[in-house]
């Protein structure tokens, strides 16, 4: 009896010193959110020509960006993947983030101009997701 509690504590120890030190490393492995970028029908006339770059941005949920993927000359719906390779600080990344896009033809991500597509997704989003949607509804004025 004795020693089935010292297996017990010694496996319930290893448990959660490989939940505390593991988590994070595998949510960066696992980290995969997909789906498509759509633009709101009151905008389609005002999309961007050749050379426009939309930019899918995952946030912590402190609002830190901490995923980028850049997709150049969007055809819509666009189809988008961010992976860990799309990670830029996977240290703060969380169980769930949320997403944006950004349709423009500057190509620099926070600094917006007129002309600028944003949409969001209002809810926050497992680390591990597909087929989501994100609407480009938005006009930078």
């Given amino acids: 009896m004795r020693k089935r509690l010292i297996w017990t504590v010694v496996l319930a120890g290893a448990g959660f010193i490989a939940w505390r030190f593991g988590y994070p490393y595998a949510l960066k492995y696992f ?3 997909s789906g498509t970028v759509g633009v709101a029908p009151q905008l389609l006339q005002g999309l961007p ?8 941005v ?18 819509f719906p666009a189809k988008f993947e961010l992976t860990s ?5 996977p240290d703060l990344l969380t169980r769930r983030v ?3 896009a ?3 033809t500057h190509g620099q991500l926070g600094v ?3 002309g600028d597509l ?3 997704r209002q809810d926050r989003v497992s680390f591990f997701s597909k087929g989501l949607e994100i609407t480009l509804d938005t006009a930078q004025k």
Avoid: Q
């Fill in 85 to 89: 390779s799309n990670l830029i600080m």
């Fill in 58 to 75: 995952a946030r912590n949920e402190s609002g830190v960006p901490v995923a980028v993927r850049k997709i150049i000359s969007p055809v």
């Fill in 118 to 120: 944003k949409g969001a």
């Fill in 102 to 104: 950004i349709l423009n």
């Fill in 98 to 100: 949320y997403l944006d």
């Fill in 31 to 33: 980290f995969r959110v």
């Fill in 49 to 56: 020509g050749a050379n426009s770059m939309l930019f899918v």
């Fill in 112 to 114: 917006p101009r007129r």
